[in-house]
T-cell receptor
Framework: AQSVTQPDIHITVSEGASLELRCNYSYGATPYLFWYVQSPGQGLQLLLKYFSGDTLVQGIKGFEAEFKRSQSSFNLRKPSVHWSDAAEYFCAVGDNFNKFYFGSGTKLNVKP | DTAVSQTPKYLVTQMGNDKSIKCEQNLGHDTMYWYKQDSKKFLKIMFSYNNKELIINETVPNRFSPKSPDKAHLNLHINSLELGDSAVYFC????????????FGPGTRLTVT
């Protein structure tokens, strides 16, 4: 069965430090992978997506993610975190029927 | 110029009542979804409609009934509300196609007392 695991529930980083949020998926076919961000009291905003091709994808707000098929991972990275990046981040895998499976989220805190 | 909108944003009601949440999208998408986000922030799909036709119906109590009057609208009606229905409900929309990203509304926080 399809599933997504985000092993880190909370992460705290200092402003200006680099960030990596982990995501592992389980899916039998070629996965469609997404990262979304949810600010407090808001809906989800798409950061980036991977379907095929280059395994390093660029997204909005300076985020990037790397697809590693051998590790079933799609980790999200940012070289320098800003205070405004504090939010909840969700990884998702989509199947062939537009059905999304979300991870449980990682809450990012940014220290000044 | 809101892409996916939901009303109301907050809904507080008593157990046993019936309530509806409305969703509208102006993105020209043909597929719409309802998700439930529980208190631990876990997001789970409930329903999906494509061109007004139900295509995903997860294991959801039949007290929940979606209705899509047209491609731009997907409403969620909940009968006999229970305490466990308290959650944030998100509407989303997308083009059909397996790699289509979904666009989410701002959510409706439902509190059942």
């Amino acid at each position: 069965a399809q599933s997504v695991t985000q092993p880190d529930i909370h992460i705290t980083v200092s402003e200006g430090a680099s960030l990596e949020l982990r995501c592992n998926y389980s899916y039998g076919a070629t996965p469609y992978l997404f990262w979304y961000v949810q600010s407090p009291g808001q809906g989800l905003q798409l950061l980036l997506k991977y379907f095929s091709g280059d395994t390093l994808v660029q997204g909005i707000k300076g985020f990037e993610a790397e697809f590693k098929r051998s590790q079933s991972s799609f980790n999200l990275r940012k070289p320098s975190v800003h205070w405004s990046d504090a939010a909840e981040y969700f990884c998702a895998v989509g199947d062939n029927f537009n059905k999304f499976y979300f991870g449980s989220g990682t809450k990012l805190n940014v220290k000044p | 110029d809101t892409a996916v909108s939901q009303t109301p944003k907050y809904l507080v009601t008593q157990m046993g009542n019936d309530k509806s949440i409305k969703c509208e999208q102006n993105l020209g998408h043909d597929t719409m979804y309802w998700y439930k986000q529980d208190s631990k922030k876990f997001l789970k799909i409930m329903f999906s409609y494509n061109n007004k036709e139900l295509i995903i119906n997860e294991t959801v109590p039949n007290r929940f009934s979606p209705k899509s009057p047209d491609k731009a609208h997907l409403n969620l009606h909940i009968n006999s509300l229970e305490l466990g229905d308290s959650a944030v409900y998100f509407c989303a929309s997308s083009h059909s196609g397996s790699n289509a990203e979904q666009y989410f509304g701002p959510g409706t926080r439902l509190t059942v007392t």
